[in-house]
Every structure is written in C-alpha cells, then in structure tokens.
C-alpha cells in the first residue's frame, strides 16, 4: 500500500442522511463528588432545573429543557451527549441502527417526555437522538437593559461610568461539544451520516496533509445555525475536550471570568476570539479538570458555505488573546491515555499513532513563543 | 474587501452576478468578456435584491474568457521545489510557460482525459487578472500590484505529464480543451486586499483526500517582482492572467539525484521509457472517475474564491 492511499479521507456532508440534527441537547457527565460540581456549575452560570441524591439538571435561560445533567458515578466522565431531531420519520430511521434502544419518555422523564432514541456512536459513546418536533432555537430571555456603548461617533452613555454588573454570567444555551476520538475518521463521517451534520472547517497535519479536527455544524437548510455544534478531533482517548455555552455578550464573558476567579475557581485561557468560528471565548476548568468555555458573538452559517481547511497549530485557535497557556492542551501522555491506547490497538481499532504525534508536535509551537509572563 | 462576481449560464444566457453570502445576484449584464466585465463593474451597476439565485439554479462558467493570454509560473512554491528535488535558496530564475487559452473550461464540470494520455496530473494555482495594459518595462519598486492586477480567480494548470516532459511539448502538455478549469469567482480587489493574499490558503483534494494545500505565503516570486520581470519581455492586455505556480502534492515526483545521474547515461529514448515506467506505479496520476474538489480562501474567509468540483472522464 502507498503512503497517499492509507491517507484519511475528509468527512463530507453525507447525501441522503439518517437524520438532520437541530441543535445539541444536552451532556450528561460523571461526577464522583456531586456537591461540588453542582456549586462549580451554578458559579459558571448554569440554572438548576432538577436535583435529586443522583443527579442535578442544569438548564440554560433560553429553555427550561435540561442542557447539562451531573450525574453520580465512580468515575469523572462523559456519559453520554443529546442531539434534537425533528420528526417522527428521522426517529424511524435511527430505530432501526444496530444497538439502538427506544426510551419513550425521554432521558429525563421528570422534567420532558421527549421520546427518544439511544445509540452508540463509533467508539461506544451513548448519543440520544431527542424528538422535538416544534424544535427552534428560542429566542433568549433577556432583562438587562441593552448596555451603552460610547464609540468615537456616538455618546449612548451621557454623564455616567459604565457600569458592570457582578455575580454568575447568565448562561443562555448549550452551544457545542469538542470529542477526542481515538478513530478521527470513522467518527466523524458517523455524526454526518446519522445527524446530517456538515463540515464548516477541517484542520489537517502539516506535513501528512491528514485531516485531525473537524468542525460541524447542523444542515437546518438555508436557517442559519452556529459555526459549529459538534467538533471531532484526533485523541489518544475517547473523551469530552471541552463544552462551550453561549452568552450575549463581551461584557457577560468578562462579568463570567471575573466571578469564577473570586470564587477561587481555576481559569483555562482567555478572554481571546477564536479564528474559526470567530466567537469571543473564555475557557475555565471544573473541578475535575475538565475544559468549559463561556462564548459570545459566534459565526452563523446556512447550508451554502462550503468547507474550508487549514493547518493546525496554536496560532490557528485564535485571531487576538492572551497566549494559550502551555498546560491548556492536555497533550501530556498519562498512563491513563497510554493504557487506552493499547486497548484501543488490540480491540481492532484503526488508530493513527503518527497523526497523534504530528499533532502533539505541531501544537507545541508556540506562536509568540517571546512572550513570557 | 473583495467583492466577488461569478460568469453563469441560465436558460441558455450567459451573464454575470455578484456573488454575496452564497446568494448570486445578477447584474444584466449580459454576455460580457472579462476585459469587458472590468470595466462594466467600474461603472458600479445597481444590484435588485429581488432577483437573487441560488447555485443550484444555474451553471458555472470560467470567469477568465477567451481570447486572452495565460501566462503560467513553474516551481514557484518552496515545498514544491523542495519535493522536486531543488534548492529554493539556490533558485535563479523565474520559470514562465503558457498554455492554450482553448483549455479554459467552467470549474464545475468535467476534466477530460485524451485518450493517449495516461500521466494526468492536478495543479490547484491562484490566478490574477490584468486590469492594466502593460507594455513597457516597469521600474521595480515603482509600481503597486494593485496598479496592474484587478482580479484573483482560482485556476487548475491539469498536464498530461508523457506529453509535457518527454516530448518536451510544455504548451501542448498543458493545453488540451478542458485542462484549465478557471473561476467559480472573480475577486475584483479593493484598496488593501493585496496585504490579506498572504494568508489564502490553497487546497486540492482528490477523492475527498488532501493532495495539496499551501497559503501564498509559500510563493518564491512574489507577483511583484514576476510582473516586473514579465515587463521586460512581454506586453500584457487587460483580461491576460497570470497563474502562479502550484503547491507541493502533485501527483508527478522528480527521480532523486542519484537516479537522474545515472539516467543521463542513458539515450534519451531509455530514459523517458523508464521514466513513464516509473512513473505509472505511482497511484497519485487522475484516473477517470476520480472526483477533484479545490478551494482558495483565507481561514477568516475574507478572501474567498469559492470551490471546484470535477470530474474526471475518458475522451470518447
């Protein structure tokens, strides 16, 4: 075999797919310690919908649908994801996947009675395809008064200082979820296939020219949707990189960041703008390590913007920003990665160690690599 | 910005539309060449919201019109020169060639293979416009490009590769009908976008695997110092274009120096006997069916010249 013919090929936006998602529903993660992921998540900015011994629903201000459920588990992980479809023709269809189990009242049968199909994604993931057949992206539900801006042409704000509102940002909804997948390829195609997702940039190595992150968005025709709801890129592991939220404003990100920090909390990296996608971003850790983002102002595009592709590289996360800081990509090979590694190698699984190496090597060069703070 | 405008074909019109948000609006046009075009858009014609289309609605056509002239760059990408076997520090000269401008063809559609023909080959290529006639040397320094070059487009420079290098026939090589897919836009430059080309980014794919790409930050001779030098020696017409070189990924790959020592022994006939030989085990040659798409466009997509897609097909 030649070297070009054991390249990956690009997930493209597939033809006739199983279903056309709307929008992400929701995270189910595992958490050992409850209590303090449920304090970590209301100080971010999530609502509490529901809190039982074994689970607490947080949901964003837009809805009262569950978006991020914390559930009691041995372990801190990614339990499962949402994604809303609607109708009653594309539920028909995923029924009949292999493994593909029917819960007819839904994931969270207290709090919405959406019913529901599970299935497993290529690496085993437990992905829920959640009817909604009204489903729109509610408009958010906003008290604070517009806030005035004073630019060189125009005083909106006449005698007075701007004033900066304090507490937790008001999260208005889910916006996406980043997934490390051991198999890049064989996922990614899987998310356009079932959901009729579409490739809006994909990031490729420098030197193989293989691709390693992808970014994609929903087909809601010629509506518009975000930039990106679902990113697959190359992991050593499968797991959830990071979860983004969405916020209405520059001033809500910087309120956001500043009230984690006086909690004691742990930042990530920002306040920058990211390059693809364009959104205004601020990363955080929770208490298990894990990355959440606080975003504003993203791209919003219809079905007609082909894909664009890139190199990747740290300069290619951000257009303006702080440097992202040296630990901010958890590149480190851990025993646990490792171990997975192996496991994944001898269940048959098609897994590019170079392109993990070129990765990891290509992510360490550092744009700005001058500063030091 | 760039404002984008794209050639098209409906109900057996041709005309031209700006190109916004992926919504085409046409302008009346009418069937216009592109030295014409240019100076059609000058006169900043009214656009009606009300008639906008959609791609699906028409067919594409290249945006560079015949007759023109198309002036080509060769090894003109330091990755290129580096996977060809050459020093870019060591490069001497500006390599030109030209090809017929009967190979323009629409960048949705067909590439076709003649029937001889078994080396083809894919060179994704920013192309720029005229706008300006040229016709005595030009002072380096003197000049801005925006000066000359009024458009950008994306072109692929398809060869037949048995024809180019062992008959030594570049032009024919390189002209067959169908061999220059040009467009699907037009980028007509405004003040300051000359400073964003550096950051377009060029990509060819072939069977949705990734072939080439580079940005122009890669290029040896920039356009300034090419046109400077294309002034000594050529006179230039509004409409001409000129491409400038492809990237590193094509399917065709230089002998190493050892085997083109040893091949220099050899008549020239063995030699480009072994050389096709050689050539045909590589599986990177388009074969009829295979699918190339290709995109030129900046990360933020302030730039953008929109997608290629063809596919490739025997002569009948």
Redesign the interface.
């Given at each position: 075999m030649t070297k070009n013919s054991s390249k990956s090929p690009c997930p493209v936006k597939a033809k006739n797919p199983l279903s056309k998602a709307r929008d992400i529903a929701y995270i189910r993660l595992g958490r050992k310690n409850l209590k303090m992921a449920t304090q970590y998540y209301l100080d971010f900015g999530l609502s509490l919908l529901e809190q039982t011994e074994n689970r607490i629903l947080f949901h964003g201000l837009n809805t009262e649908w569950p978006c991020w459920s914390i559930e009691k588990h041995h372990e801190d992980v990614l339990l499962g994801l949402g994604m809303y479809i609607s109708s009653n023709e594309e539920l028909a269809k995923l029924k009949d996947l292999k493994g593909a189990v029917y819960l007819e009242n839904g994931r969270f049968a207290s709090s919405n009675f959406y019913p529901t199909i599970n299935i497993p994604d290529p690496s085993g993931l437990s992905v829920d395809a959640v009817l909604n057949s009204n489903f729109q992206i509610p408009l958010p539900k906003i008290n604070r008064k517009r806030k005035q801006w004073n630019t060189p042409n125009q005083t909106d704000r006449i005698n007075q200082p701007s004033p900066f509102d304090r507490g937790a940002a008001k999260i208005l909804r889910l916006g996406h979820a980043v997934l490390l997948k051991q198999e890049f390829f064989k996922n990614a195609q899987w998310y356009c296939d079932t959901f009729g997702l579409i490739p809006s940039d994909i990031q490729i190595l420098p030197d193989s020219k293989e691709p390693v992150i992808v970014f994609l968005r929903c087909d809601l025709g010629n509506q518009l949707t975000d930039h990106h709801t679902i990113v697959i890129a190359n992991g050593p592991d499968d797991r959830l990189e990071h979860c983004a939220f969405e916020l209405e404003d520059l001033d809500e990100v910087a309120k956001g960041r500043e009230w984690l920090l006086e909690k004691g909390w742990k930042p990530a990296w920002g306040i920058g703008r990211h390059l693809l996608g364009s959104q205004i971003f601020d990363y955080h850790r929770d208490p298990a390590g894990m990355l959440v983002e606080h975003y504003s102002d993203g791209d919003k595009f219809d079905n007609t913007i082909p894909v664009s592709y890139h190199l990747v590289n740290r300069k290619s996360l951000y257009q303006w920003g702080q440097d992202m800081p040296e630990n901010f990509l958890d590149s480190k090979l851990t025993l646990d990665k490792i171990y997975s590694l192996i496991k994944g190698k001898f269940s048959g699984r098609n897994i590019k160690i170079g392109n993990l190496i070129s990765l990891k090597k290509t992510m360490k060069i550092s744009p700005r690599k001058w500063i030091q703070y | 910005m760039a404002t984008n405008y794209i050639r098209f074909e409906k109900e057996k019109k041709i005309d031209w539309a700006k190109w916004e948000?992926?919504?085409l609006f046409p302008l009346l046009a009418g069937d216009l060449n592109t030295k014409e075009f240019l100076e059609f858009v000058k006169t900043k014609p009214k656009i009606s919201e009300s008639s906008k289309l959609?791609?699906e609605e028409v067919s594409l056509l290249s945006p560079i019109t015949a007759p023109c002239q198309i002036i080509c760059q060769g090894a003109n990408y330091e990755q290129h020169l580096i996977e060809s076997g050459l020093n870019p520090k060591e490069k001497k000269y500006n390599l030109f060639f030209t090809k017929s401008d009967a190979s323009l063809s629409p960048p949705v559609g067909e590439v076709i293979r003649p029937n001889h023909v078994r080396l083809l080959d894919y060179e994704i290529e920013l192309g720029l416009v005229f706008g300006k006639p040229i016709n005595q040397s030009l002072e380096s320094n003197s000049f801005k490009l925006s000066d000359y070059v009024s458009a950008l487009f994306m072109a692929n420079d398809i060869s037949a590769r048995d024809i180019q290098l062992p008959q030594m026939q570049w032009y024919k090589g390189k002209s067959y009908r169908s061999f220059l897919p040009a467009g699907p836009i037009l980028a007509v430059l405004e003040e300051g976008d000359v400073s964003l080309l550096e950051n377009l980014?060029l990509?060819l794919?072939v069977?949705?695997?990734?072939?080439?790409?580079d940005s122009i930050a890669g290029l040896v001779y920039k356009p300034e110092e090419t046109i400077q030098e294309l002034s000594q020696f050529c006179d230039i017409m509004p409409g001409d274009v000129l491409l400038t070189g492809t990237p590193s990924?094509c399917a065709l790959r230089a002998p190493g120096k050892l085997v083109q020592k040893i091949a220099a022994l050899l008549s020239e006939k063995r030699k480009w006997e072994l050389f096709i030989k050689g050539q045909l085990k590589?599986?990177?040659y388009l074969q009829p069916g295979d699918t190339i798409r290709s995109?030129i466009?900046t990360?933020?997509?302030r730039i953008d010249l929109?997608?290629q897609i063809l596919k490739v097909v025997q002569e009948k």
């Open positions: - | 948000n992926g919504k959609s791609l980014e990509t794919l069977n949705d695997r990734i072939r080439q790409h990924g590589r599986t990177e995109s466009r990360a933020d997509r929109g997608d």
